[in-house]
C-alpha cells in the first residue's frame, strides 16, 4: 500500500511479508542481493562483496541510467538498529559526474524500517526521502514521485519474492 508524503517530504511504499524481520534484514543488508531487489532498473550490483553490520559502514553500487551512463554510488550507513531498520545516504562515486563536487554527501536518505506483524510475518516499509537535497539536486531528481512509489513497490514485490522463496535467491 503505497504511502505518499508532502510534496517535499519523503515518499514511503509498505507490504506486509510473510516472513520474519531477521530474514528480510538480512536480504536488505546484503548489498549482493540489491541487484535481486531493484525496481528501477539501475542497480548493476555491489562492487564488492561486504554485508551492512553497523552505522558508519559504507557499500558502493554500481549504477547506470540514461542520464550518467555507467557510475557507481558511495552508500554510506547513517540508521541501524537490527533486524529493525537500516538506512544510507548515497555519495556520488567513481564515473558519476559529481564525483568530485565540494558538498559530498547530498542529504537524500534510503530507509527500510522492519515491524513484526504477528508470528512469521513483517510490514516492511521502504523510504526515500530527498527533503535535504539541494535545490539543484531537486530539480534534477525532477518530480518523480509516482515515478518513486512505481519502483519501490516492485522492490517490496521482489523481496516479498525473495523472502518467501518465490523468487530464487
Known amino acids: 500500500m503505497p504511502m505518499v508524503g508532502e510534496a517535499d517530504g519523503p515518499v514511503a511504499v509498505s507490504r506486509r511479508i510473510e516472513a520474519p524481520a531477521g530474514v528480510i534484514f538480512r536480504v536488505v543488508t546484503d548489498p549482493g542481493r540489491h541487484l535481486d531487489l531493484d525496481g528501477s532498473g539501475m542497480v548493476r550490483g555491489p562492487a564488492s562483496d561486504a ?3 553497523g552505522l558508519g559502514d559504507v557499500f558502493v553500487m554500481r549504477m547506470s541510467n540514461e ?3 555507467d557510475y557507481e554510488m558511495d552508500n554510506h550507513v547513517v540508521e541501524y538498529e537490527q533486524d529493525r531498520r537500516v538506512g544510507w545516504e548515497p ?3 567513481r564515473g558519476h559526474p559529481d564525483v568530485h563536487a565540494p558538498q ?3 542529504g537524500h536518505r534510503w530507509v527500510f524500517d522492519l515491524v513484526p ?3 512469521g510475518a513483517t510490514i516492511v516499509t521502504e523510504t526515500f526521502d530527498g527533503s535535504r537535497l539541494p535545490q539543484d539536486k531537486r530539480a534534477e531528481f ?4 509516482a515515478w518513486w512509489v512505481e519502483s519501490m513497490s516492485r522492490t517490496l514485490e521482489r523481496l516479498d519474492a525473495l523472502c518467501t522463496g518465490r523468487l530464487s535467491p
Not at 525532477?142 to 514521485?145: A, E, S, T, V, Y
Open 51 to 53: 554485508v551492512i553490520s
Open 67 to 69: 542520464r550518467h551512463g
Open 91 to 93: 555519495k556520488p562515486g
Open 104 to 106: 559530498g554527501r547530498w
Open 117 to 119: 506483524d504477528g508470528p
Open 142 to 145: 525532477g518530480d518523480g514521485r
